[in-house]
């Protein structure tokens, strides 16, 4: 996963990864760590936010169709997290965190 940048006109930390090489779900708890300034471990499991099988499977590539394409957002840690199927994650502070 490329590092983590903090878009002032957006208000947004965002990222990039690579989803031949890495799960979704591992590069959001990267980044929100990253957001947070906290470490991996302080972070509670992502599965409490997410059912984090689903989410790896549906950014996976298929065997006859490919990339999927879409796009799927939901609170976790203080953050609205949006993840989408061109590799980008962008976590926006919630007005309550």
Not at 77 to 94: D, L, M
């Amino acid at each position: 996963m490329e590092s983590v940048e903090f878009v002032d006109d957006d208000g947004v930390y965002r990222a990039e990864y690579d989803s031949s090489q890495d799960q979704p779900s591992l590069a959001i708890v990267a980044v929100i760590a990253a957001a947070d300034q906290s470490a991996l471990s302080e972070l509670p499991p992502l599965y409490s936010a997410i059912d984090t099988d689903a989410l790896n499977e549906l950014f996976s590539t298929t065997a006859t169709e490919g990339q999927r394409k879409g796009r799927l957002s939901f609170p976790y840690e203080g953050f609205e997290v949006t993840v989408s199927s061109e590799g980008v994650i962008e976590a926006k502070p919630t007005e309550n965190a």
